[in-house]
């Protein structure tokens, strides 16, 4: 004689679908948190070359070295923005901790007025989480009217924790770089 075994509980049409409505939710919600939370988590640790932004009062609070660094420059233009842009200096030999400033200049070359914003990296990505930056053309858009050319700065420090991390200490130059993009939500205008 076999046993045969309960049959489950049936589970009503009406809970699946409230549970899978809410995961559906969830997994949107996990969606559009996605970029932003990636890209503190990118600041906080440096990941991909992402560099720190500093406050003036944080960047006081940072104690100079007589260890230097050389930093690299580096400007590029998306190829559907009619811009020139480039560093006006290619490299600095700069003290870990001092503060230190750095000029970009761009140049529209096209006869329409063009806003423009720049992402940006480090290299060695080891050196993203020690690059700080107080002041930077990079946290706005740039508009530039036909013709027109400016000079923008940004001005930085190498934090002297650099040589308390195995996997940075040794590097003997970072390079920053940027690249022009024109700004999409401004374009079509």
């Known amino acids: 004689m076999s046993s045969a075994a309960p049959l489950p509980p049936v589970r009503s049409n009406k809970k699946v679908g409230l549970m899978a409505g809410g995961l559906a939710l969830a997994m949107l919600g996990l969606g559009w948190a996605s970029v932003p939370l990636y890209r503190l988590f990118c600041q906080v640790t440096g990941l991909g070359g992402t560099t720190q932004r500093i406050s003036e009062e944080q960047a006081r609070a940072v104690a100079v070295s007589n260890r230097t660094i050389s930093v690299r420059f580096?400007?590029?233009?998306?190829?559907?923005?009619?811009?020139?842009?480039?560093?006006?200096?290619?490299?600095?030999?700069v003290r870990l901790g001092a503060r230190n400033m750095a000029v970009y200049s761009a140049k529209?070359?096209?006869?329409?007025?063009?806003?423009?914003?720049?992402?940006?990296?480090?290299?060695?990505?080891?050196?993203?989480?020690?690059?700080?930056?107080?002041?930077?053309?990079?946290?706005?858009?740039?508009?530039?009217?036909?013709?027109?050319?400016?000079r923008m700065p940004v001005t930085y420090y190498v934090d002297p924790d650099i040589l308390k991390d195995p996997d940075a200490k040794a590097i003997q130059q970072i390079t920053l770089s940027?690249?022009?993009?024109?700004?999409?939500?401004?374009?079509?205008?």
Not at 75 to 92: A, R, S, Y
Not at 126 to 137: P, R
């Open 74 to 93: 580096d400007g590029n233009v998306d190829k559907d923005l009619p811009w020139q842009f480039g560093p006006e200096q290619i490299t600095q030999t």
């Open 108 to 150: 529209n070359t096209s006869d329409k007025p063009i806003v423009g914003r720049a992402s940006f990296n480090v290299t060695p990505d080891a050196a993203g989480k020690y690059f700080s930056k107080i002041e930077c053309f990079c946290f706005t858009e740039q508009r530039l009217e036909p013709g027109q050319d400016i």
């Open 178 to 189: 940027y690249t022009f993009h024109q700004d999409r939500a401004t374009a079509a205008n």
